[in-house]
């Protein structure tokens, strides 16, 4: 079994990132508007401002009540969209349910969208036409390309169907000529899936559920899930120690899809940057 150390791959990412940062003649800026204060937020939204520091972006964490109104929202969004000094902006989800999140997110222009959610950098990606394409996929095939692992023909099994995981990943495996199956809380029979992936994707937010008689021999796990336990420790949704045997390759949690989260925003930032400089 060999680790796919998302840490060690985040470093060097950002390390190359950060030449190309340095030659701009300009700081990059990225936004992050959070409303609420869920903890879970405020831990991720801390990684992105290290990461933002470390590059040299201007980082502007907004925090906002989370009585907030969808037209205070919208208001920000369109003055972020129409500031220069602005390359990406993203609303840290969850946002609370008076608000729309989809409307929310559409309102983002597609040139700053450094999460890649909204409706026209998704139909991009569908189209395998270039775009900003949401991070926590990104990073999961910048993963397996650092580690040469051949995406081409695979059967990828994708457990977790959302918007910012399961079916952006989905787009780009097909992308990438994977045969992909896309799981999800109706499917039958899941194990018939999983068992016969070359690559099992698992991003269902339910700790330690894949084990070893789920999984094929050989196979490439990544794990997605984050789950906090009763012993206050970070789990996977798969089984690390009932599987780490079976297995060729595997993420670990923590240590492995996130950080490559965290550094794939960073691309993002540099690539909105650069969309819109050629837009001009
Ligand atoms: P969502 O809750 O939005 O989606 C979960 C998906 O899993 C849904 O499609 C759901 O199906 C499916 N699902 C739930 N239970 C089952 C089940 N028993 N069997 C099969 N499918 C199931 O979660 P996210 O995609 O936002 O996140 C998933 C996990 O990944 C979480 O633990 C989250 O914390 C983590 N995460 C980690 C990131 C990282 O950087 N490492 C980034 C983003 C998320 P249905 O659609 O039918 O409801």
Redesign the pocket.
């Known amino acids: 079994m060999k680790l796919l150390d998302g840490k060690e791959v985040k470093l060097k990412m950002l390390d190359d990132l950060k030449k190309d940062v340095d030659a701009l003649d300009c700081k990059l800026g990225l936004t992050v508007i959070q409303v609420g204060e869920d903890s879970a937020s405020t831990v991720y939204v801390g990684q992105k401002n290290k990461m933002a520091s470390n590059m040299g972006f201007n980082f502007n964490h907004v925090k906002l009540s989370e009585n907030v109104t969808e037209e205070e929202i919208l208001t920000l969004i369109n003055k972020l969209n129409n500031d220069d000094m602005v390359d990406g902006i993203l609303v840290q989800m969850p946002i609370p349910h008076h608000l729309d999140a989809k409307k929310i997110q559409n309102a983002i222009s597609p040139y700053k969208d450094v999460d890649g959610l909204t409706d026209i950098n998704m139909g991009k990606l569908s189209h395998n036409v270039p775009s900003l394409v949401p991070c926590?996929p990104m990073g999961i095939v910048d993963l397996l390309d650092y580690y040469q692992i051949d995406i081409e023909g695979k059967n990828v099994v994708i457990?977790?169907?959302?918007d910012?995981?399961?079916k952006p990943l989905a787009a780009l495996m097909i992308n990438r000529n994977a045969t992909v199956t896309l799981?999800?809380?109706?499917?039958k029979d899941?194990r018939h899936y999983t068992k016969n992936a070359d690559i099992l994707v698992a991003?269902?937010?339910?700790a330690k559920?894949f084990k070893k008689e789920d999984i094929k021999e050989g196979s490439i796990i990544i794990d997605?899930?984050?789950?906090r336990l009763e012993d206050g420790k970070l789990y996977g949704?798969v089984d690390f120690d009932d599987v780490k045997d079976r297995v060729s390759y595997i993420t670990p949690v923590p240590g492995g899809?996130?950080q490559m989260?965290v550094a794939e925003l960073g691309y993002n930032t540099y690539k909105a940057h650069m969309l819109r400089c050629n837009n001009k």
């Open positions: 926590t457990v977790g169907r959302s910012l995981v399961g799981c999800h809380s109706k499917t899941l991003a269902l937010g339910k559920t997605v899930g984050i789950n949704d899809v996130g989260t």
